[in-house]
């Protein structure tokens, strides 16, 4: 089992991701930086949060363009797992592999705070060692986080029940008082169709030390690690 | 030969730095303001060699896939020689 996190120029939690794979999921981990294109050896790969290309243009836009997005298209096609996480999420719906895109908070805020989301299904390779509609307490960090779609993305999101985390409040209540940044239907994370690549706004890999606060992300790496044994066994 | 390139939001989706700037220039006195809708633009520079119709063909392709999301945005593009 070996593990990649991607590393493009403004990224900053790539090191907070590789600490959680290598540290708490125990496993092989490596930075890939964007202008690698061998993915061959990985089973998973996190493209984590940060400011890839300083947000110019649009968050996520720019890095859309490195070469290694392309051997993630392909890795991905292949069934391996994607996660990205905040600008990782922002970056996979530039690149066409999640719908939907992540616009300004609609209070304009950078938003840095612990919140709660609920975990709408456990049928993807990132939550199934959680409990469906359990609440988790993560943090988020963005000004970019406002999910949108049209109604039709909505419609096949719920159809097909690709809606992985939403916002709601410490008793897993979807309000619109517990949305922290506008997103349509309190959406914090989406899964494609194929349901191996998943993009979140919140951070799990910041929620793994209890001292840090919360380490309720960490069965989201747990479930990423028991998909990829199960899938070698 | 130049490219002037337009990037503005869909019609419904939320600008909310629109609607600071909106209300910012309401505080300065203008109170006949029905919508602000912040936007982009770009100004490309084509080697003169470029024949137009490539040109247009490129720049196009350029606002279509990298300066506009077509997922929230709308793109417009002029040429001047």
């Known amino acids: 089992m070996k593990f990649g996190v991607i590393v493009f120029p403004g990224s900053n939690c790539d090191h907070d991701a590789y600490h959680v794979i290598s540290k708490h999921v125990g496993q092989p981990v490596d930075f890939i930086w964007h202008r690698e294109t061998d993915l061959s050896t990985y089973d998973a790969v996190i493209i984590p949060g940060g400011f890839s290309y300083g947000d110019y243009l649009r968050a996520g836009a720019l890095a859309r363009f490195s070469p290694v997005m392309n051997s993630v298209k392909k890795f991905s096609r292949s069934g391996r797992l994607v996660l990205g996480i905040c600008n990782g999420f922002q970056i996979l719906c530039e690149a066409g592999l999640l719908p939907g895109a992540l616009i300004r908070n609609r209070d304009l805020h950078f938003i840095c705070e612990h919140v709660y989301v609920r975990v709408e299904t456990s049928d993807t390779p990132f939550t199934n060692e959680l409990r469906g509609g359990g609440v988790l307490h993560i943090p988020i960090a963005h000004a970019e986080g406002n999910y949108v779609c049209d109604d039709l993305t909505l419609a096949e999101l719920k159809r097909d029940n690709r809606i992985v985390f939403r916002y709601c409040d410490k008793d897993g209540a979807i309000t619109d008082a517990a949305n922290p940044n506008g997103s349509r239907q309190n959406i914090a994370g989406i899964c494609n169709h194929e349901r191996n690549v998943v993009g979140l706004m919140p951070h799990p890999e910041r929620a793994c030390e209890d001292l840090l606060g919360s380490s309720d992300g960490r069965d989201i790496f747990r479930s990423l690690a028991a998909t990829v044994a199960a899938a070698a066994a | ?81």
């Open chain 2, 1 to 81: 030969m130049k490219a002037k390139v337009y990037v503005t939001l869909k019609p419904g989706v939320l600008d909310p730095q629109g609607k600071a700037i909106q209300h910012s220039v309401e505080l300065l006195g203008f109170g006949d303001i029905s919508d602000v809708r912040q936007g982009k633009y770009f100004e490309i520079a084509l080697n003169d060699a470029v024949v137009e119709a490539e040109a247009q063909a490129a720049v196009t392709r350029m606002a279509a896939e990298v300066l506009s999301n077509p997922i929230i945005e709308d793109y417009r593009v002029e040429f001047e020689a």
